[in-house]
């Protein structure tokens, strides 16, 4: 089969290879791949998270059709459209017990500690597919990284009738992010600079420039309840500007940097807590298949899986405008 393949960090080092279609165990599903989100994790994969297998294809966010199943597998079928649930987990340990399996004691990342979806053919444990129906190819490969993301993020704090600021609005997350936390009942101002975000549920758009003097007006003065920071540094010490008191900064991810300055009078002064996120478990990327027709997607490029290189560049491409996606004939 065709996959994005490297042997070595670094960009330059990701080719289209012909490799050995995956084999599968009992309690398996073979996938056709037909469409992979691509992600900023993506892009670090290749260039420097240490990785297994090597040689090594990256993809996280997968979406396909099932086209075999293991003797032992129940509930799939040949011919089910599937998300990929993109963490391998034990089901065992006391972090899948409480259901937080993206943490699991024994797990980590499909796509860092196994081959990625960047191919024609992906095969997983029946345990990490959730079914999907009539949706678009765009919003089904959008559920496991950046719909969930923002799900679970969300899901950690109580959103109906506060005020919700979303940093990097009209990215990957951010866009999820904005519809999620609307549709949960927030008042929700969407930092960008793309007015798109307006038809995706944000109440107020406004730009970076301008974020605290207009959350200040529109909130008199009490600031945002909730502040969700899905780009990391750069916008760090303003998504902390205009945290309210007793309000709740969630962050996940740092396409533009990880390192941040603290100021400790800025979070205690407000009694704020910060709330790092990472993922989401398998009980939300259900649900959100559930709502998935009630969602949408802002897409930038659809590319074809020769183009990863070019795909993963656009991702830090200062004209990107919605997400880029891998689409797999
Ligand atoms: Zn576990």
């Not at 459209?81 to 937080?100: A, P, Q, S, T």
């Not at 993922?279 to 027709?293: Q, Y």
């Amino acid at each position: 089969m065709k996959a994005l393949v490297f042997e070595k960090s670094g960009l330059e080092n990701l080719k289209l290879s012909d490799v050995n279609q995956p084999e599968i165990g009992t309690h398996d599903v073979l996938i056709r791949v037909k469409m992979t989100g691509v992600n900023p994790i993506d892009y670090f994969v290749v260039n420097f998270i240490p990785v297994k297998p090597i040689p090594h294809i990256p993809g996280a966010e997968i979406y396909g059709e099932v086209v075999k199943v293991g003797d032992h597998v129940k509930d799939i079928k040949i011919g089910d459209r599937v998300v990929v649930y993109n963490r391998v987990f034990d089901g065992k340990c006391d972090m899948c017990l409480e259901g937080m399996e993206m943490l699991c004691r024994n797990g980590g990342i499909i796509s860092v500690i196994t081959n990625g979806g960047f191919s024609e053919y992906f095969s997983v444990p029946e345990h990490n597919v959730v079914k999907v129906e009539d949706i678009s190819e765009e919003i089904a490969a959008s559920l496991p990284v950046a719909g969930l993301t923002a799900y679970h993020a969300l899901n950690t704090v109580q959103v109906f009738n506060k005020t919700v600021v979303v940093f990097g609005a009209s990215g990957n997350t951010g866009q999820f992010a904005v519809q999620l936390a609307k549709m949960m009942g927030g008042y929700v101002i969407a930092v960008t600079s793309k007015n798109w975000i307006k038809d995706f549920g944000a109440d107020e758009v406004v730009s970076y420039n301008e974020v605290e003097e207009k959350v200040k007006k529109l909130t008199d003065g009490k600031m945002a309840d909730i502040v969700i920071n899905s780009v990391g540094s750069s916008v760090w010490d303003k998504s902390l500007s205009v945290l309210g008191n007793n309000g709740k900064l969630l962050f996940f991810g740092g396409i533009t940097g990880s390192n941040v300055n603290l100021d400790l009078g800025m979070i205690y002064g407000k009694h704020a807590s910060l709330v790092g996120t990472t993922g989401g478990n398998r009980k939300e990327l259900v649900e959100l298949a559930r709502i998935a027709k009630r969602l949408r997607v802002k897409t930038w490029k659809v590319m074809k899986l020769e183009e990863g290189q070019e795909a993963l560049k656009a991702l830090f491409d200062k004209n990107r405008d919605g997400r880029i996606f891998l689409k797999i004939e």
